[in-house]
């Protein structure tokens, strides 16, 4: 569930902030799937599984 605040949170900012350039927003929004993934794993999804929740992400 923290996985996906975050997403959803660094989602909506990549989208309305306009403060940062776009390769510091692409890095830092690369790190939270990375983290989400990582999480996942540790919850023992398989690579599958991953693949279908990050490409249905959010909806």
């Known amino acids: ?13 990549f989208l309305m902030g306009d403060r940062f350039n776009l390769s510091i927003k692409f890095i830092i929004c690369a790190a939270a799937v990375y983290s989400y993934v990582y999480y996942l794993q540790a919850q023992g999804a398989n690579r599958d599984q991953i693949m279908e929740i ?6």
């Not at 990050?54 to 909806?59: A, E, K, Q, S, V």
């Open 54 to 59: 990050l490409l249905t992400f959010p909806g």
């Open 1 to 13: 569930m923290l996985g996906i605040l975050i997403l959803i949170t660094v989602y909506i900012w």
